[in-house]
C-alpha cells in the first residue's frame, strides 16, 4: 500500500494520515505522486487520429 503513503515535508516521516504529521504536525505530501506523462497522452492522441482516419480498423 505504498501509494497511500505520505510524507512529512518538515521532518520527513512517513505516516498514513492525511491532514497532517502525527509527530510535528507538518504539512503532508504524496511522496509518489501519480505520474502524469504527456507522452502517453500524445500516443493516445496519435492513435485516436490514426483510428479517425481509419488506419486503424476497429
Ligand atoms: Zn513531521
Redesign the pocket.
Known sequence: MQWILRR?S????YTLRKDR??????KLVVPHPPRFSPDNRYLRYRYELKKKLGMIPS
Open positions: 512529512c518538515a521532518c520527513g516521516r504529521c502525527p509527530s510535528c504536525g507538518g
